[in-house]
């Protein structure tokens, strides 16, 4: 699965802070691009539905959404903090940093 963009934003949490940024894999090192690809065809993101929660309700939690754009293809996934799923849980924890780090170079 090779993933074009991303656009990443989580919102709510304590402080109802937002955070976003729309990332372009081929701008990423090779390591993190494939980190990310390799994440999204385990899961194969594609085929996830637009929902996933976890059954359990929790207070000041954050919401993330997640669009993946590739060539032929664009799919938006929204989740919370405990996805329930290992590889989501990995996806989103690279996507924070990767977007923490972006947004610290503008």
Known sequence: ???????????????????AADLNV??????QSTALNDLLTELDFAELPEKLSADESMPDQFTYTITVEAAKWRHTVITGDAPGD????????LLNRLVRKQLKKH
């Open 26 to 31: 081929h701008d990423l090192p090779d390591e």
């Open 86 to 93: 290992e590889k989501m849980q990995e996806l989103l924890e």
């Open 1 to 19: 699965m090779n993933a074009e963009r991303i656009k990443f934003e989580r919102t709510g949490g304590f402080a109802n802070m937002r955070l």
